[in-house]
């Protein structure tokens, strides 16, 4: 097969280092390594609110310690300032198989972000088969562009994007391992796959998308190829194998060394790692009542409703599946380990904008090939797996909870009329909130892209949490709006300060990384109880929208997920 030697697969285990396959086309600067005296101090300042006075006192003589002339955090920053000379960026790849490879937690929930599309006004298959037609012929018109550099180069706040990300999106894939996972990423020079993959009652199919010439099927082609697929997989006892993927690492890298034991399955799961994207055809989702509504299409986005519904319409490992259901309800889904949050974005927003257009006139229709069905051999053992991923995933879905919501007490203009930043308000408003609840502040990270930077990916923006606690504390007094303003503007500051490629916590992964690669004992400052309190984070939040070049009308906007 032709696509079978367009990806190059790495080794569960290993890491390919993303500055050896991925470059920029317009120059940025590299990422900065923070000077260590900042970081120290900033990291101390986030623990005042988090820990008792005691603790603090403790753990700022661990720190004036470590970072003492000649001590072990000059020595580890030097490591660190020779790494970034050397490297296109210094802490890319170590975040990205710290955070992302090396987890064995789940990548449903835990991890993969999901985006919920508008409603889409059909509620039938054949609406549901027309619509998936434009989508992926949105997508391959966006892949396109890629492929022509002829995506326009993204601002942010004035600051040129990296645009690498979307060069990692189109025939990637996640490989389980039973210590570590590994990327299968698409080299670049090489001819890429020229198929998708589609999945409807838990039975995948391969789909060429272009025709002999190269060019992309029309939307009357893709949707007469949808029609064969219905056709072909219309019995509803299939095992929802892709299940497996949902569950812990550890527990479906070793499912997947039974799984690709025999040559079908090994033949069948390749084809799905190295197709362009899936296309996953779900069943309806369960009626509710209107109120809970947004929240059931959330999560049925976000895991697939549970191994009787549509998670086994699913390969979690994937980068980017598109969710077309066949009552109108749409999504993504997406593996963060190649990509963050605004690429994703904005391809979505793309392939909006593409399926408003009215129908192009019908082509000719040209004889195609069938779509090909991929077959796996399920084994009593693979069965044990697969009744353990139901179960695991079951459980899992259980116990989450999931509320949607409009907040309708004011808008974009209140804020506008105090002058404060409305994510730094919205910021502010969750960790009150959170003080509300529970009568404390607590450890939390908002993701900040660093796409500024040469193959930068995030960092974390800390909470401005002294001032939080003093407008907490005070919100029945006459001074809240100064107190507010005084919170709000300490969060954009701080901001500021992560996307410039100054904050901490990526800073203090690699002096810790640093350390253990060296071998020797490490500090005692990243075996502090503070340390773990502070990394800990009981609130992850974000806000991602799609980033235009100045020159692109605005559209409708989106909700993604948070990262």
């Not at 000649?70 to 300032?81: F, N």
């Not at 990692?168 to 990327?183: E, M, N, Q, W, Y």
């Not at 082609?221 to 064969?228: A, E, K, T």
């Not at 895991?303 to 993504?332: A, M, P």
Request: proline share 8%.
């Amino acid at each position: 097969m032709l696509a079978a030697a367009a990806c190059r697969p790495v080794a569960p285990g290993a890491f390919q280092p993303l500055s050896r396959c991925l470059t920029s086309s317009f120059p940025l600067p590299r990422q900065p390594v923070p000077p260590l005296a900042q970081t120290l101090e900033r990291y101390l300042r986030s623990l005042e609110v988090l820990v008792t006075p005691e603790e603090l006192e403790e753990t700022r003589q661990l720190v004036e310690e470590f970072g003492a002339p000649g001590g072990e955090g000059e020595r580890l920053q030097a490591q660190l300032e020779r790494r970034a000379a050397r490297m296109e960026n210094w802490i890319s790849d170590w975040w990205v198989q710290s955070a992302y490879l090396e987890s064995r937690l789940p990548l449903a929930v835990h991890s993969s972000p999901a985006v919920v599309l508008p409603k889409q006004d059909y509620s039938d298959w054949r609406g549901q088969l027309r619509f998936a037609a434009k989508l992926i012929a949105g997508v391959l018109d966006f892949k396109a562009k890629i492929d022509q550099q002829a995506v326009l180069v993204e601002y942010r706040r004035g600051h040129v994007q990296c645009m690498a990300q979307y060069r990692r999106l189109f025939a990637s894939c996640r490989l389980p391992g039973p210590k570590h996972d590994g990327l299968l990423l698409p080299p670049p020079g090489r001819r890429p796959p020229t198929f998708i993959t589609v999945v409807r009652n838990f039975q995948f199919f391969q789909l060429e998308v272009y025709n002999s010439d190269g060019t992309p099927l029309t939307v009357d082609q893709l949707h007469q190829q949808l029609q064969r697929i219905r056709g072909l997989s219309w019995k509803t006892d299939k095992e929802p194998l892709g299940v497996l993927t949902s569950d812990h690492r550890h527990t479906w890298g070793q499912a997947y060394s039974t799984l690709m034991r025999d040559r079908l399955n090994r033949e069948s799961a390749r084809c799905i790692q190295r197709s362009l994207f899936t296309v996953c055809l779900d069943a309806p989702v369960l009626k509710v009542s209107d109120e809970r509504y947004p929240s059931r299409v959330a999560a049925q986005m976000l895991h697939g409703g549970g191994s009787y519904s549509n998670s086994g319409n699913r390969w979690f490992d994937k980068s980017l599946q598109f969710i077309v259901g066949e009552d109108g309800v749409c999504g993504v889904l997406y593996e963060q380990a190649v990509a963050d949050g605004s690429p994703i974005a904005t391809i979505i927003d793309h392939v909006l904008d593409y399926c408003k257009d009215p129908d192009t006139p019908r082509a000719p229709m040209t004889p195609l090939p069938l779509p090909y069905k991929l077959y796996f051999y399920i084994t009593p053992e693979i069965q044990h797996d697969i009744e353990r991923a139901k179960q695991n995933l079951d459980i899992l879905i259980t116990d989450l909870d999931i509320s949607c919501f409009t907040f309708r007490g004011f808008g974009q203009g209140l804020p506008k009329r105090l002058g404060l930043g409305p994510d730094s308000l919205l910021q502010v408003a969750l960790q009150l909130a959170y003080y509300r609840t529970h009568g404390s502040l607590c450890a939390t990270s908002e993701v900040a892209s660093l796409r500024r930077f040469h193959l930068g990916r995030t960092d974390a923006v800390r909470p401005a949490a002294p001032p939080v606690l003093r407008l907490a504390r005070a919100m029945d007094d006459e001074e809240t709006l100064s107190l507010l303003q005084a919170a709000v503007e300490s969060q954009s500051a701080r901001t500021e300060q992560v996307l410039a490629g100054q904050g901490f916590d990526r800073h203090l992964l690699g002096l810790k990384l640093a350390a253990i690669g060296d071998g020797q004992r490490l500090p005692e400052i990243f075996m502090d109880t503070a340390f773990a309190i502070a990394t800990h984070c009981r609130l992850l939040t974000g806000q991602v929208c799609p980033l235009r070049p100045p020159s692109y009308p605005p559209s409708a906007p989106q909700h993604p997920s948070s990262d």
